[in-house]
DNA sequence: CTGAAAGCGCTAACAC
DNA sequence: GTGTTAGCGCTTTCAG
């Protein structure tokens, strides 16, 4: 039993035992822990001799520093927290990808969180992650409830709001105003002659940018005297799907309809593809008008309109202001970068009535 | 010039003084900082009074705990490392919902990183990571370099590989056999009576899997007596066009194919989009075959066939092993878990020679 | 149930 | 160039 015991004991010291530290690198390199810090940063004023040495032992005993402690002696961690409603949409894909791009090569690390679109869980999520005491926070929108914006703020460090820059905004921002970009979109369409505009469109509860997008359209329509023939909005995700289907409840409900706008460019195709199917010919007799202008915007070259925005460069931007703010002097100022859809139209521009 | 001097630095004094910490909790309500951590975790020895009070303390001043300095005390960290090798391939953005949603409700937050297919890079990334101390890590994949190997074994942490089960399993593994996948499609399809079959595919360097899936199909033809009637690839990303292009070549160099493999349902769309134009009878002249099940693999129903698999699964199976491992006691064992795509064939079947 | 002391691993600041 | 000292904010002992 006793043997045992003491077994069981000596087992358990060595696995505590086993975590290696920068004092076995020191002791193995025969400097101090000091220089052997400063050795495996860049080292400034350690003799090239000793950097080799420290570099050695470093390898050989297998030392893998600890973020955590380095960071704990500094004011904040060079982690980068992000926060994104969601991930199944591959929009905030690309803008993840934009960040992590950017911040390779460098000392930051992300830190994500998805909110869901729940502004209770983006809270806990945001608190959450300042506890680990990030160098820089990147979240979505501009639209936050007021304890949101207060923890936010009270961080005192650098933010960027991405995506929109329609709200509030606290301190940097990288996007577009949606509202404009739903507003230059309907002129554009009305430009062409079309006046005969449906919406369809999957907006769940609390995506305020698709919301502004549609806003801003409404908006041109309605300066130019116009309404929307028709407004359908399922809250659901399988989009191409949605959109086969609402295209053809929408067209026996409204015949009359010359162009339908809708939310993004998934549900576009979708409709796209059941006009394929029922002969209708797109954009002749009907322009359908995605959003963000994706791979599937280009299913078939031409017959899709979108707006082509550019989420990773926005991902990129966004990344780069923490970058400069937290390398740099602190004394860099608040930015905000706007980066403009691009309008397709494709095919409907050589079949617009007014040419 | 002196006056100024010390502005500043009481200026900078403030600043630093800002770091509200557990001790102003403590203070402000009353007690030792020990109560206050006890009231503020989950309290189990502290009296419902104290807690009270010190949570109430807590929010008054806008305390934010500080993860950094809990987790020093600990042997690790409340973090989950994630690699995974892209994020614009929405496969990966599936799989990292997944995860977040797993995740979602405990203590774990996830730490993040992009191996871009760089075997370097893959290991740097693995290293950072492993700085911070998570407590468990995902990573992509079953083919590492030896010195990958090494300090993932060395880290002493619970380790998932994620989405192949055909290479060097380390501790757990979830996901499927690449190598199968495609075996298994191949016999799918020749059971159909297909047998002309091509292979187009963008297959970038290091995507093993990609690759697995391509040699499991070749095998199983190769046992059938066949081989492919053409091969393309490319390094490319637009996979729908892709697409569009290359199944045009095919079909001109080798007008006798009947069916075609695609390393995804993305190029497969492509392929179908410029059929459709050409009026290609798919499936029924022609069967074109994706890897996925993606949303945009039911562009038009039953047309396509692909191989559906469980992305979201697959995260969301990973980062729960995890979470028995890091939370539970440490007795348990390594788990293995295998989702097995689903062929799905859709109108091919109801075309199948053989019946 | 509560508190005081010690220390996690590292680095800034100051000696030498 | 290099080493020593102190301490980041928290939690784990262990003593009340």
């Known amino acids: 039993m006793r043997g045992e015991a003491i077994h069981?004991?000596?087992?358990?010291?060595?696995?505590?035992?086993?975590?290696?530290?920068?004092?076995?690198?020191?002791?193995?390199?025969?400097?101090?822990?000091?220089?052997?810090?400063?050795?495996?940063?860049?080292?400034?004023?350690?003799?090239?001799?000793?950097?080799?040495?420290?570099?050695?032992?470093?390898?050989?005993?297998?030392?893998?520093?600890?973020?955590?402690?380095?960071?704990?002696?500094?004011t904040n961690s060079n982690l980068i927290g992000v926060v994104l409603p969601n991930l199944t949409n591959i929009v905030f894909s690309h803008v993840m990808s934009g960040i992590t791009g950017a911040l390779d090569d460098t000392i930051f690390q992300p830190v994500f969180g998805v909110s869901d679109y729940d502004e209770e869980k983006e809270y806990e999520v945001i608190k959450n992650i300042l506890s680990w005491r990030p160098a820089g926070l990147i979240v979505t929108g501009t639209n936050f409830p007021e304890s949101t914006k207060l923890i936010l703020r009270q961080a005192k460090i650098p933010l960027v709001q991405i995506m929109d820059t329609d709200g509030d905004i606290i301190d940097s921002v990288v996007g577009f105003s949606h509202e404009k970009a739903g507003y230059d979109m309907a002129r554009a369409l009305l430009e062409t002659g079309r006046e005969r505009i449906g919406f369809i469109g999957c907006i769940i509860e609390n995506d305020f940018r698709a919301a502004k997008r549609k806003a801003g359209f409404i908006r041109a329509l309605d300066e130019a005297g116009h309404n929307l023939v028709c407004d359908y909005n399922v809250d659901s995700v399988s989009t191409i799907s949605v959109g086969r289907g609402l295209v053809d409840e929408a067209l026996s409900a409204h015949p009359e309809l010359d162009c339908i706008y809708f939310s993004n460019d998934d549900i576009a195709a979708g409709a796209l593809f059941r006009c394929i199917e029922k002969q209708i010919a797109v954009p002749e007799d009907l322009a359908l008008i995605g959003f963000n202008g994706m791979d599937i915007s280009n299913c078939f070259p031409g017959k899709l309109g979108t707006s082509v925005t550019d989420r990773a460069g926005i991902g990129s931007a966004a990344a780069k202001i923490l970058l400069r703010r937290c390398t740099g002097e602190m004394s860099i100022e608040s930015e905000k970068i706007v980066l403009e859809p691009q309008i397709r139209l494709g095919n409907l521009l050589e079949n617009s009535s007014s040419s």
């Open 8 to 74: 069981l004991l000596s087992v358990k010291d060595e696995n505590l035992k086993k975590e290696i530290t920068l004092k076995d690198v020191a002791e193995a390199a025969g400097v101090s822990k000091m220089t052997a810090s400063r050795a495996l940063r860049g080292a400034n004023d350690v003799s090239k001799v000793n950097v080799e040495k420290v570099k050695k032992a470093a390898k050989e005993i297998g030392y893998v520093g600890n973020h955590l402690a380095a960071s704990l002696t500094k």
